[in-house]
């Protein structure tokens, strides 16, 4: 089976034409990858032709042997769909977890995503406190989040109460909340040690005047989830534009009765 035909790469590149369309990806701004199940890359085995192993620029051994698909560096989003084998590609991590191969795509050459070590120290935080279950990482330059970083203080709790108090229904999208990352030079293991620490408490972590990092179980929910954190900062914008001071809002008891509506656990770090 060609790579292309495969559900995994058609989901994979319909959300990056959804996060190009959203806005979220000027230039080459952004990347996504997508841990593989090993039964879709045994279907794929034969369009397959691994190159040479490149330090990966920190360790990641709870993933080795493992395939993911992932943006190149330097790639526009908004090109993925028109010409996937020179945006996107599949690697291989070693058996250290130090390394990694391209085996299939970037096909006039190039290298993964300069955020690699990030979205691989995300995953594999992921994979172990999700069981296995979240597949997906998306970092995406979300506009009005990071219009947000410049005004509100850069703590995980204001933030993860101003964006539950904008929509309603965002406390039981990420009922653990959103962590905020100051600002740091991207690209590097630093950062991606910073951002994986607090992947292991939320699905979200936000980094200041940069953008926005999700985690999910597949394409629909992450970008379900950096979609509705991002409106929910959207409308914050706009309620701070029209009047610095909300004039009445959803309240900690408010909090209390949506998550025994919807059987979701707030912690009350969150409600005081
Ligand atoms: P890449 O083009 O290397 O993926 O970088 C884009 C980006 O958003 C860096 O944070
Ligand atoms: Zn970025």
Request: hydrophobic share 40%.
């Amino acid at each position: 089976m060609k790579v292309l035909d495969t559900g995994f790469a058609k989901g994979f590149i319909r959300m990056a034409d959804d996060g190009w369309i959203k806005g979220w990806h000027e230039r080459n701004g952004g990347n996504l990858s997508y841990r593989i199940k090993n039964t879709e890359i045994e279907a794929v085995e034969d369009d397959l032709c691994p190159g040479e192993w490149h330090e990966i620029g920190t360790d990641v051994p709870g993933l080795a042997g493992e395939f993911f698909f992932v943006t190149g560096s330097g790639k526009f989003f908004r090109n993925v769909s028109i010409d996937p084998e020179d945006s996107l590609c599949i690697i291989e991590i070693d058996d250290s977890g130090k390394k990694y191969r391209i085996v299939w795509g970037l096909k006039n050459g190039g290298r993964p995503t300069s955020e690699l070590p990030s979205h691989l120290m995300n995953h594999e935080v992921k994979k172990r406190v999700s069981g296995g279950k979240h597949r997906v990482i998306y970092h995406a330059h979300t506009t009005n989040i990071i219009a947000l970083t410049f005004v509100l203080p850069l703590d995980d709790k204001v933030f993860t109460r101003e964006l539950w108090e904008m929509a309603t229904e965002c406390p039981v999208v990420f009922p653990q909340g959103v962590g905020v990352v100051p600002w740091m030079v991207p690209g590097g293991k630093e950062i991606a040690v910073a951002t994986s620490k607090l992947m292991e408490k939320y699905d979200l972590a936000i980094w200041a005047h940069h953008g926005t990092f999700a985690s999910g179980e597949d394409f629909d929910l992450t970008f379900g989830l950096m979609h509705t954190a991002e409106k929910s900062a959207e409308i914050l914008v706009k309620t701070l534009s029209m009047s610095p001071k909300k004039l009445q809002t959803i309240t900690s008891d408010n909090f209390r009765d949506l998550a025994k509506a919807f059987n979701v656990s707030l912690s009350e770090e969150f409600l005081n």
